[in-house]
């Protein structure tokens, strides 16, 4: 079993609707979390950090459930710009800093 | 966007021969990194650095090595290139320390050929 795991998609997302997905991860002592959003052919893209039970930013909303060791990812109103690969990464705060990254859930939003 | 770069941006090379990749920073960060990227497998850790001089391995450091001379600059290198490492190699850096900052920030990336 992969340490993060993302369902790889895609979500194709009519223009204006709400889309959801998650990132569920093994390791329980991992303590910060992020997503990335990476366009393709590009680098990724800090989105959003997670450090307490969740996060807000314009449409997009994370919740993190570490009871059941899943974050979630929330797109309100999506836009045709929003099209991407959405990475989630996690933290355990140890030495060097080191992220572990999920595969990516790749995002559609169509007119 | 964060001062990262990463040279060069595109490089085609032949089997057995070494290569060098450039990660450049210009924040003053302490934590610098070299990921590759390849589909199926997405981000894996080459190695990564904690300071000067200071370097440790990741997930996938066979057939690399790096280099840390100066806080600005971090250098990956295939000692001799095989088909294998293929791939997009991003670049990162990290804040960390006291702040407990873990967030890392990408360069634009390097796309490797070994042919």
């Known amino acids: 079993r992969k340490e993060v795991e993302q369902d790889p998609g895609p979500f194709n997302v009519p223009e204006g609707a709400t889309v959801a997905f998650n990132c569920t991860y093994s390791?329980?002592?991992?303590?910060?979390f992020f997503w990335y959003r990476q366009d393709c052919r590009k680098e990724p893209k800090l989105l959003m950090s997670v450090y307490s039970s969740g996060n807000e930013d314009g449409r997009f909303t994370a919740q993190l459930n570490r009871a059941s060791q899943y974050i979630s990812l929330l797109i309100r109103d999506s836009k045709l710009s929003d099209s991407a690969t959405y990475l989630c990464a996690m933290s355990e705060g140890t030495a060097g800093n080191k992220l572990t990254f999920g595969g990516g859930t790749r995002v559609l939003v169509k007119p | 966007d964060a001062g990262i770069t990463q040279s060069p941006r595109h490089k085609v090379t032949e089997t057995g021969t070494p290569v060098t990749l450039r990660c450049h920073q210009t924040?003053?960060?302490?934590?610098m990194y070299w990921y590759r990227q390849d589909p199926g497998h997405g981000l894996r850790l080459i190695h990564y650095s904690y300071g000067v001089k200071d370097t440790d391995k990741g997930e996938v450091s066979d057939g690399y090595s790096v280099s840390r001379s100066k806080t600005e600059d971090f250098l990956l290198t295939l000692e001799s290139a095989t088909s294998s490492q293929t791939s997009v190699y991003f670049c990162?850096?990290?804040?960390?320390?006291?702040?407990?900052?873990?967030?890392?920030?990408f360069g634009p990336g390097t796309r490797l050929t070994v042919t």
């Open positions: 390791n329980s002592a991992s303590q910060s």
């Open positions: 990162a850096i990290s804040e960390g320390g006291l702040a407990g900052r873990y967030e890392q920030y």
């Open positions: 924040e003053n960060h302490r934590y």
